[in-house]
């Protein structure tokens, strides 16, 4: 999702999309000149199916152990957790420099919340 929250206070693909014509006016690139200093990082997403509805947020334990895995990756990655608004699962989501650098903190993380959330 992209928020311009200075346009308006959702998610809007018509409002997102005017803003990034706007800068290819304003700067008279195309977006090919735009994005290429842009550095792109391996992502991976796992859903784990939860059995009932919870509060990641009163989770101590997914709480440090998110803030663990960005700090191992000190500014290079981050970390989401966040319960889906459709369906019974929890998102996990790491990105980081390398596949091998994230891959661990997403195991880690879908075993505690398989820990927590499945049993």
């Known amino acids: 999702h992209v928020l311009c929250l200075d346009k308006i206070s959702t998610g809007d693909g018509i409002v997102a999309a005017l803003q990034v014509v706007s800068i290819l006016v304003e700067s008279g690139k195309n977006l090919n000149e735009l994005c290429s200093g842009m550095q792109t990082y ?19 334990k997914l709480k440090q152990a998110v803030k663990d895995a960005e700090q191992e990756m000190a500014g290079k990655g981050r970390v989401l957790l966040r319960a889906s608004g459709t369906e019974p699962l929890i998102r996990v989501m790491v990105e980081g420099e390398t596949e091998q650098m994230i891959q661990p903190h997403v195991a880690k993380l879908v075993d505690l919340v398989k820990q927590e959330f499945c049993s």
């Open 42 to 60: 391996p992502q991976i997403l796992e859903n784990v199916k939860i059995t009932k509805k919870i509060n990641l947020d009163n989770n101590l």
